[in-house]
């Protein structure tokens, strides 16, 4: 199953063959301010030693800034951390940031060009440019400013459209109030001494394909008849914003395109050469920032050679996100610590740039997204580590809002709006057979909540539901705990009594008329429980009771609840400051929503000046790791167990390493060298193991790590005897060599196990079979998909065998028998399947002989 991420700034699916960055965690092999001369050799290999302690960010003196060599510098000679953040959604928008859905302020608004154009089309240019002021006017204040200054933030990132300052009708014309907002950004920055970094993030014609140029599908700025005069018009613009802020120290440097990626390589470098000439004919003190290519920055070569001095590079690293590995702490500790031999990650980077005696900007980072209360650790180590490099660094980004509201583990927006209405939820067709505590809810775990900053009454709703099939759900323990106080702010929370719940119909009038009965005291194995069943039809709704909350309180929902063999239906738990009403559904929405369509002037209004009165919600555990006094405590892991041997016993595989100290062990296992590990067993004294569990006819890699708390980087891999599948026969799709983008999940179909899915375009699976015999078989796969595609194509040892559709089978567990026929060769070879299309699961696939 492949689900596209809403709330991905830009679309990149494989961000990781981008950068070849290898290895996994900060024992640390660092790299020193002064890396060319600090180098020394031990045993044969490069070691650097760590960095001087740097100042707090804002502690140092606050002047104009330039370079020398790699560092950032103010005009007294000291090396200056600079560490921030974005105002994306601004100035430029980004249609995603207002509430993470599609289409979020209404159908085919897409982009800054869609948006505004909409307004216009509407309303006219004037009131569309009026609007547009009301809510730049108040989606960042006063308020906003304090706030980054109260997370020690001395670094902003501003991306502005082109046309915020050229009249778009009107080419090399300045617009009368062109400096409104970039001189509003300057003056508060300053006056809190931070630094603002002008970022062109939607050059004249768009300078990429990405919604985020300004307009979608574009890419006007390198392509078409109009080329040459926009890259002319970006120069004149860059040159009136270099003369209007050529003297201003606050400017920490002119960034003068960003992610131009509608081009190849060495395409931008020249043309960012120009723009850097141009700039210096007016201004020849600011850091020209040049922007990186999505495959480095490799194609500038050395500025000075190009003429150019007083530059630094940008680059935008996600790990994590976009095809990078995925969200957790394994990824940034591989990326930050430079990997198992030192040499990847931010220390292959760090060589690049010393080489070149540049400053670098990472201009766009993400490191507390999905993350919880460990994201505040990662981004403080993520922040250090940089400046350590002497890298500037901006996160994507201040504010974003959401429908749901709230931090929850982590939304991409430093501040988000105050809320988290969805406390908990799972349903079947995401976990059928559920039976578990509210923490671990499937599709939405319980977290602490903070969903108030004033005292009020608010209702905790708990909602079920089915579209037809077997409803029976029960919920036990419900407890809504203040943090501070450890008091249950629920009545009857056991379900012992059937008092103190309401019950509510969200389909019909009166609850008495719909298909849904919730019983409050139901007993159930002598202990009084919620039940709530249906009669085979459509049915929603529930109970709820209103709960007093203290402003600023945080609160923790508990409880466990099962699907009981329901089919079809789902159990959700709200906190809303409203109390549902009979005959109406409710809605998670902490945000009101928009339609650029439909809505009316006044409406439209309304809703930009509502921005600057939304409650916040800040992400409390990165503003305490960054404001605290010492560094994050992370990255402090063992050494990986050396020597990992395997030898197959009458018993099961044995495997047997070398001990680390004051560790305990963990042993992982796959079927696909070098992915997809799942652990057998973990926190092992003993330097052994025996897995007993193995299957016949199954090739196996093992791998160990140590874990002191932290966990370690793997051992070596070790493997059993290589299998190749039979055909003809019957392959798992798990039992795959090797894969790229897969993942492997729980399956509902006929006689259980796992399925491969998350499938995009270009994914690949790979496996070792033997051919019995040459000719034509057919091949017939188990597959799911909610929406089908073009298919999969088959190739033996890389020449092409057939292919095959995939038909929409309703849904990603909803399985159905597809088949083709290919034409093969005998002998041991190389099987792989290709996704032409995405959208599909993968349970197994049989070979038959015609």
């Not at 290895?23 to 290999?45: I, P, V, W």
């Not at 778009?168 to 009368?176: E, S």
């Not at 709820?544 to 159990?571: K, N």
């Not at 995405?838 to 015609?850: D, H, I, T, V, Y």
């Amino acid at each position: 199953m492949k689900t596209t991420n809403k709330q991905n700034k830009f679309t990149l699916t494989k961000l990781a063959q981008l950068f070849a960055l290898g290895g996994l965690a900060l024992n640390m092999t660092a790299c020193s301010l002064d890396q060319a001369s600090d180098a020394n050799k031990h045993n044969g290999e490069t070691v650097y030693d760590f960095a001087p302690p740097k100042p707090a960010p804002g502690s140092e003196q606050y002047s104009m800034l330039s370079h020398d060599r790699e560092r950032w510098m103010n005009e007294q000679g000291e090396v200056v951390s600079l560490r921030g953040v974005n105002l994306g959604n601004w100035l430029m928008l980004e249609m995603w940031m207002f509430d993470n859905g599609g289409n979020p302020v209404g159908e085919g608004i897409e982009d800054q060009c869609t948006f505004e154009g909409k307004l216009e089309e509407r309303f006219g240019a004037d009131e569309r440019a009026r609007l547009m002021d009301v809510y730049r006017d108040n989606f960042i204040t006063t308020r906003d400013w304090d706030i980054m200054q109260e997370a020690d933030f001395n670094l902003i990132r501003l991306p502005f459209p082109y046309q915020l300052i050229e009249d778009a009708n009107n080419p090399m014309t300045l617009r009368d109030d062109a400096w409104q907002y970039l001189d509003q950004a300057i003056a508060e920055a300053k006056s809190r001494s931070m630094w603002v970094v002008l970022d062109l993030h939607g050059a004249a014609g768009a300078q990429g394909w990405e919604h985020h140029s300004g307009c979608a599908g574009k890419n006007e700025y390198w392509d078409g008849d109009n080329a040459a005069d926009n890259q002319a018009r970006t120069a004149w613009l860059w040159q009136q914003i270099a003369t209007r802020y050529k003297d201003e120290p606050a400017v920490a440097g002119y960034g003068v395109l960003n992610e131009p990626w509608g081009t190849d390589a060495e395409t931008l470098a020249e043309n960012v050469t120009e723009l850097y000439h141009a700039i210096r004919e007016v201004d020849t003190d600011h850091i020209v920032i040049l922007p990186g290519h999505n495959s480095g920055i490799d194609a500038y070569g050395d500025p000075k050679d190009a003429g150019m001095t007083n530059v630094a590079f940008e680059m935008h690293f996600y790990p994590g996100i976009f095809g990078w590995g995925e969200i957790g702490y394994d990824v940034h500790r591989d990326w930050l610590t430079c990997g198992q031999n030192g040499t990847t990650g931010v220390c292959e980077w760090d060589e690049k740039i010393r080489e070149l005696d540049t400053p670098f900007l990472i201009g766009e980072m993400q490191p507390w997204t999905g993350l919880g209360e460990e994201g505040g650790a990662i981004t403080r180590a993520t922040f250090d580590r940089y400046n350590e490099l002497s890298w500037a660094a901006t996160a994507w980004s201040y504010k974003v809002m959401t429908i749901n509201g709230g931090q929850g583990n982590g939304t991409w927006g430093y501040v988000t709006n105050k809320g988290e209405r969805l406390l908990a939820k799972a349903s079947t067709w995401s976990c059928a057979g559920w039976d578990t505590t509210l923490a671990d809810a499937c599709e939405t775990p319980s977290k602490v909540v903070t969903p108030t900053d004033t005292d009020q009454t608010f209702y905790l709703i708990v909602k079920s539901g089915s579209l037809g099939g077997n409803q029976d759900i029960r919920i036990d323990d419900l407890e809504l705990v203040a943090q501070s106080s450890g008091e249950n702010v629920l009545q009857n929370s056991a379900f012992d009594t059937a008092s103190d719940w309401i019950e509510w119909s969200a389909t019909d009038a009166s609850p008495a008329d719909d298909n849904l009965t919730p019983e409050v005291g139901y007993m159930a194995d002598g202990n009084g429980i919620l039940r709530i069943t249906a009669n085979g039809n459509f049915a929603n709704g529930g109970v709820y009771q209103a709960v007093q909350l203290t402003g600023g309180e945080s609160y923790l929902l508990s409880g466990s609840f099962v699907d009981a063999g329901s089919s079809d239906t789902w159990a959700e738990i709200y906190l809303l400051p409203a109390a549902p009403e009979n005959g109406a559904d409710i809605s998670a929405a902490a945000m009101p929503r928009i339609d650029l369509n439909n809505d009316s002037l006044e409406d439209i209004e309304a809703y930009f000046a509502s921005m600057s009165a939304i409650e916040y919600e800040v992400n409390e555990p990165v503003k305490s790791a960054l404001t605290a006094s010492e560094p994050a405590d992370i990255f402090n892991f063992p050494n990986a167990p050396q020597g990992l041997t395997l030898e197959k016993t009458a018993e099961g595989m044995s495997l047997v390493w070398t001990g680390v100290s004051d560790a305990t062990y963990n042993v992982y296992r796959t079927t696909s060298s070098g992915s997809n590990y799942q652990l057998v067993a973990e926190g092992l004294e003993a330097e052994m193991y025996l897995d007993t569990t193995t299957a016949e006819g199954v090739t196996y890699y093992y791998i160990v790590t140590a874990d002191n708390g932290e966990e370690s980087y793997a051992s070596n891999e070790v493997a059993t005897e290589i299998f190749y599948a039979s055909i003809p026969g019957l392959i798992e799709a798990e039992h795959f060599s090797g894969q790229s983008g897969f993942q492997v999940e729980d399956t509902q179909d006929e006689g259980g196990g796992q399925n491969l899915g998350y499938t995009d375009p270009g994914d690949t699976l790979t496996y070792n079979v033997e051919v019995a015999e040459a000719g034509e078989y057919t091949v017939s796969l188990r597959i799911a998909s909610s929406g089908g595609s073009e298919g999969i194509a088959f190739s033996m040892n890389g020449t092409n065998v057939g292919s095959i559709s995939v038909p929409d089978t309703g849904d990603w567990q909803n399985w159905t028998t597809i088949s083709t026929t290919v034409t093969l060769a005998a002998g041991e070879q190389e099987l792989q399947l290709t996704a032409l299309g995405g959208a599909w699961n993968l349970n197994w696939m049989k070979f038959e002989k015609n």
